[in-house]
Every structure is written in structure tokens, then in C-alpha cells.
């Protein structure tokens, strides 16, 4: 099997590397870029493409997906930080009267 071959992917793991493609999109990220994201958390979670035999392997660990999304503040504009920080300093003035 040649290097980036996705054949022994399950459907569901397709599906899978696919959605997570599609959101990394929408962040900006490149199209080769997000399919290389993709299939390494698919990788990641699930140990690799499909695997013959009953309860071979390990669980699949969905930690890798959970950590997505990079919530915080490196989504939130600098106009927004600097109302949140006077808001905030605003507040802390009135509550120390």
C-alpha cells in the first residue's frame, strides 16, 4: 500500500477525518493542510485504518477532539479583549465603593 493511501479507512472513519477537514476550513486552515489534520486525529484516536479480527486493539480515545476548536481568547478580537478589560476594570471600581 503506497504512502497516503486511504483504503483501509472504515466509512465511519472517513467520515470522521472529513468533519474534521470541514471545520478546519472554516478556521482558514488550507485544504491539504486540514486533510492532513483530519486523518491525524482519525490516527490518533483510533490507532490507524481498520484492523481484522473481534475485539482487536485498543478503545478509541476521543481526547484528541475534545481538545479542538481552540476556544479562549485567541478567538476573540483585540476591540473585544480591550471592552472586556474596561468592562471589567469598570466593575471592580464599583464594587470597591
Given at each position: 500500500m503506497p504512502q497516503?493511501?486511504?483504503?483501509?479507512y472504515t466509512d465511519k472513519q472517513r467520515r470522521k477525518?472529513?468533519?474534521?477537514?470541514?471545520?478546519?476550513?472554516k478556521r482558514g486552515v488550507s485544504s491539504k493542510r486540514a486533510a492532513q489534520i483530519g486523518?491525524?486525529?482519525v490516527n490518533k484516536e483510533s490507532h490507524g485504518g481498520k484492523k481484522s479480527g473481534?475485539?482487536?486493539g485498543t478503545k478509541e480515545s476521543h481526547a484528541?477532539?475534545?481538545k479542538g476548536g481552540h476556544k479562549g481568547a485567541a478567538n476573540v478580537s483585540h476591540a473585544a479583549r480591550v471592552r472586556a478589560g474596561k468592562k471589567a476594570a469598570r466593575t471592580r471600581e464599583q464594587h470597591a465603593h
Open positions: 497516503g493511501d486511504k483504503s483501509s477525518a472529513h468533519h474534521i477537514e470541514e471545520s478546519e476550513k486523518y491525524a486525529t473481534s475485539g482487536r484528541s477532539s475534545k
